[in-house]
Each structure stands twice: as structure tokens, then as C-alpha cells.
């Protein structure tokens, strides 16, 4: 089997048009919309696909369970995002009104990553690698 690459991302959502315009704001367009099923389909102009499905419950109480407790939960933590420049990154978020939530970090091996959280907590990463 030859992979070629990541297909898609599936996010599991509770409210559809929320979460479209909040992925709106960083220049997703919708290109699916399947009421029946409860998939939404949005593409980045990078390439990125996310399918948001629209059917989860709404009592998860604000909070990530991989994320925001203390037990750790095998499963999908966060997706990132290659940036090229945290700063124009964060000057971005803060004209948006998107909090960050975490960094900037600079990691070992270079990179410089800001964190965020979409309308159901879910984690974004956008990391700008280090230049050689």
C-alpha cells in the first residue's frame, strides 16, 4: 500500500453553522453540504479538507475530555496547521477575536507553535517551522 497523504480531517461538532464560520474566518469554504448524514464538508485554498459532523451530544459541559482533564484518554489531541510566521499568526487571532490558549512555545526541535480551541474545544496548533 502506498500512502499519499492525509485524506481529511473529521471533527465532530454540535452546532454546523457555527463552526462553519469559525473555520470561515481562516479561509475555509464550504464545498459539501449533506443534511441528510449530518457531513459538511469545508477545503482550505492549501488543500486542507475538514468534514464537520454536525451530531454530537451538547452535554460535554465546555470542556475536552483529552484535553481538559486530568485522566489521559487515548485519542486524536489536536491537529497543526504549517504556518510561515507565528507573529502575522497572532497578530491575526487578536484581530479576530480568537484567544490563544497556549504559546507562543518554541519546541526543541525549532518550531514556534500557537494553540487555540474551535467552538467544541477542539485544539488547532499553528506552528512555524524553523528556518535552515
Known amino acids: 500500500?502506498?500512502?499519499?497523504?492525509?485524506?481529511?480531517?473529521?471533527?465532530?461538532?454540535?452546532?454546523?453553522?457555527?463552526?462553519?464560520h469559525f473555520y470561515q474566518q481562516f479561509g475555509f469554504i464550504s464545498i459539501r453540504?449533506?443534511?441528510?448524514?449530518?457531513?459538511?464538508?469545508?477545503?482550505?485554498?492549501?488543500?486542507?479538507?475538514?468534514?464537520?459532523?454536525?451530531?454530537?451530544?451538547?452535554?460535554?459541559?465546555?470542556?475536552?475530555?483529552?484535553?481538559?482533564?486530568?485522566?489521559?484518554?487515548?485519542?486524536?489531541?489536536?491537529?497543526?496547521?504549517?504556518?510561515d510566521s507565528i507573529n502575522d499568526s497572532i497578530h491575526f487571532l487578536n484581530s479576530i477575536n480568537c484567544k490563544i490558549t497556549e504559546g507562543p512555545v518554541t519546541f526543541r526541535g525549532g518550531q514556534t507553535s500557537v494553540f487555540i480551541r474551535d467552538p467544541d474545544r477542539n485544539v488547532i496548533e499553528f506552528t512555524e517551522h524553523a528556518k535552515n
Do not use: C, W
Request: hydrophobic share 35%; glycine share 4%.
Open 33 to 83: 453540504e449533506d443534511y441528510e448524514d449530518h457531513v459538511f464538508v469545508i477545503r482550505h485554498p492549501s488543500g486542507i479538507v475538514l468534514n464537520l459532523l454536525d451530531n454530537s451530544n451538547n452535554d460535554f459541559n465546555q470542556s475536552n475530555v483529552l484535553m481538559d482533564t486530568d485522566n489521559r484518554y487515548p485519542g486524536y489531541t489536536h491537529y497543526a496547521i504549517a504556518i
Open 1 to 20: 500500500m502506498k500512502v499519499l497523504n492525509i485524506d481529511h480531517i473529521g471533527i465532530r461538532v454540535t452546532d454546523y453553522q457555527k463552526s462553519l
